[in-house]
């Protein structure tokens, strides 16, 4: 089975500070995203990467970018957080059979 | 714009019962996704459903797919506990990008 595994379950930041959210995956396929997932709201795309290297937005990137300089290794950035950005973020790694695999999750609160 | 809807939102039922999750989208796409979510736990891969007409079983959950209605459903045929959690659908809007939708909580009750 395809593993993704983010490195923190919980994190709590203070306004204003930069914040990296760590996806590592061993399969040896391209594709790579970050969702942030919120009560009532489902999963909402924040950006996605094909290759190393490559980005692109999703559907809500303000406030955030993106690092992917090996293929197996995938990371958000918060460049300067706020409260607004509490939230469970969850990587994803894609699956040709199954379709996305996530990891389990990182409940990030920005006080 | 592509949405997607579920529902209903929030479901209860008894044990033995059988119920159905409704997901629908309004723009054309012939992938769809079901997930499950466990309270503090990540998504698990559920159904991949990739044409019209594609019927998924697995104990008892069934999903199928309408892609002329664009229409999804997740059927469960005798509840058991631990089917307890929420349930995502999402569809690829191209590109193997998921719009998700809101999630439909289950609870089953002894």
């Known amino acids: 089975d395809v593993k993704v595994t983010q490195s923190s379950r919980y994190l709590v930041k203070r306004t204003g500070e930069k914040v990296f959210l760590e996806c590592v995956q061993d399969m040896d396929h391209e594709n790579m995203f970050w969702y942030r997932q919120d009560p009532g709201l489902g999963l909402r795309l924040i950006y996605f990467?094909?290759?190393?290297?490559?980005?692109e937005k999703g559907d809500i990137p303000e406030g955030y970018s993106v690092s992917r300089e090996k293929k197996e290794r995938f990371s958000l950035i918060l460049e300067s957080a706020s409260t607004n950005q509490t939230s469970m973020y969850l990587c994803?790694?894609?699956?040709?059979?199954?379709?996305?695999?996530f990891g389990s999750g990182t409940r990030l609160t920005v006080v | 714009e592509l949405k997607v809807e579920q529902n209903p939102l929030f479901l209860s039922m008894q044990e033995g019962k059988n119920y159905t999750i409704y997901c629908n989208y309004s723009?054309?796409?012939?992938?769809l996704y079901w997930y499950r979510q466990d309270p503090g736990k990540s998504l698990e891969s559920l159904f991949v459903l990739l044409s019209n007409g594609a019927v998924k079983q697995e104990g008892r959950l069934m999903a199928s797919l309408d892609t002329k209605a664009r229409l999804s459903t997740l059927h469960i045929t005798a509840a058991v506990h631990d089917l307890s959690a929420t349930y995502f659908c999402a569809v690829d809007k191209g590109a193997q990008k998921l719009v998700f939708g809101q999630g439909t909580r289950l609870t089953i009750n002894p």
């Open positions: 723009t054309t796409s012939d992938r």
């Open positions: 990467s094909y290759d190393v290297k490559m980005k």
């Open positions: 994803a790694g894609l699956d040709g059979v199954r379709g996305y695999t």
